[in-house]
């Protein structure tokens, strides 16, 4: 096994979790992970992240792997911090028929153990036209249980050029659909509702960093992402979640971290 450098691998690592990750989340443990098709990558570079919680329509394809983990202080419904760890790969090829994507995730691992509760998720990803499209199945519960809901979901994503040079050159928009998780805030608490809508982009500000604004349907996020080593795709994002206080009554601080390799 060998950590990846090629341009066509060098994105995977950069949501390999994203920042904001919630015991028994209501946000959803989603695991978007985009591709070196999303901003250009060049050859051995590392990429900072496009989202903070919400998922994006691109996705790994066959020989991509990944891990992550994700850290809240003072996890919704609990007042305490928690976290989650997450493994996962892609088969298949985006730019044929499709790809698909495949996390495991050990959820609310500080306080309930490792693999304590487990849950799967998977996504069908293609390109088409330069936009990466995405439907997807997330918080499948295999071992214990959270107050997260199953949701299927449905995500687009684009990238575009900004400005000449290489400060705040390129950037990122990404919106989709979905059910459960993705319902607004009142609506997952009161159990009512059957969808809502997300929405996030990005800025790229300079080759190892980015600034993200993430709407996922239930709470508004903002993240600064890094890929702080030029030659290893490891991307690390600390987020500010729930600037509104929608699942509590402050804003909360969170971290995460992805490395991606080639097999």
Do not use: C
Not at 22 to 37: E, F, K, T
Not at 97 to 126: D, N, P, Q, Y
């Amino acid at each position: 096994m060998r950590l990846r450098t090629p341009a066509s691998l060098a994105l995977l690592a950069s949501l390999a979790l994203p920042g904001s990750v919630l015991s028994q989340s209501r946000d959803a443990y989603l695991l978007p992970v985009p591709s070196a098709d999303m901003l250009g990558a060049t050859l051995g570079r590392s990429q900072p992240g496009v989202s903070a919680s919400s998922p994006v329509g691109f996705g790994p394809q066959a020989g991509d792997a990944f891990a992550g983990f994700g850290y809240q202080a003072k996890a919704p419904g609990t007042g305490k911090s928690d976290g989650s760890l997450s493994v996962g790969g892609g088969f298949f090829n985006p730019n044929d028929v499709a790809g698909l994507e495949v996390v495991l995730t050990s959820l609310s691992t500080i306080r309930g153990g490792f693999g304590e509760r487990l849950a799967v998720a998977v996504k069908a990803h293609k390109i088409i036209q330069g936009w990466g499209v995405g439907v997807g199945l997330s918080n499948v519960q295999l071992r214990g249980e959270t107050d997260a809901d199953a949701s299927v979901y449905a995500a687009a994503t684009r990238t575009f050029r900004v400005l000449p040079g290489s400060n705040f050159n390129s950037g990122s928009i990404n919106f989709g659909i979905g059910t459960g998780s993705f319902r607004s805030a009142q609506n997952q608490l009161d159990d009512s509702g059957s969808f809502g809508v997300f929405f996030s982009s990005s800025i790229r500000m300079n080759r190892w960093s980015s600034a993200i604004f993430d709407f996922n349907a239930g709470m508004t996020n903002l993240a600064l992402s890094f890929a702080p080593l030029p030659n290893l795709p490891l991307v690390i994002t600390p987020t500010i979640s729930d600037l509104t206080g929608e699942f509590g009554s402050k804003a909360r601080l969170g971290l995460g971290a992805g490395l991606s390799w080639n097999y």
